[in-house]
């Protein structure tokens, strides 16, 4: 019998700045590639949520996200959507979406 091979997650950091003037401004600072990949994605909201992808004029793809909100966008999924226990996070409906795109604290949380 033969295993299946596992995909192994990506483990290095992509940025690393030694300008500690610069360190507030780096919002990729100590992610690893997938949640440096995510956090761009969430900020350009170019990501593969339906509000986009119906954007693009995918095929039969409608806006609608799965909670029966008419818009599955990131601002949406990040902030509203039921399904995600925000309990221990700073991200409540009540929260600057604009300032969780770019802080890095808030940013990291929303990616994960």
Excluded at 4 to 29: I, T
Excluded at 85 to 112: C, G, H, M, Q, Y
């Amino acid at each position: 019998m033969r295993q299946k091979n596992k995909v192994l997650l990506d483990k290095r950091v992509v940025a690393h700045v030694q300008d500690n003037a610069l360190k507030d401004y780096c919002l990729h600072e100590n992610l690893y590639k997938a949640e440096s990949s995510l956090a761009m994605q969430l900020r350009t909201k170019k990501i593969g949520f339906n509000a986009f992808l119906a954007r693009q004029r995918v095929p039969n793809v409608s806006p609608d996200c799965t909670c029966e909100h008419p818009d599955q966008s990131v601002k949406h999924v990040v902030l509203f959507y039921p399904d995600i226990d925000r309990s221990n996070e700073n991200l409540s409906p009540s929260s600057d979406f604009n300032l969780i795109l770019t802080n890095a604290a808030s940013l990291k949380k929303a990616v994960w």
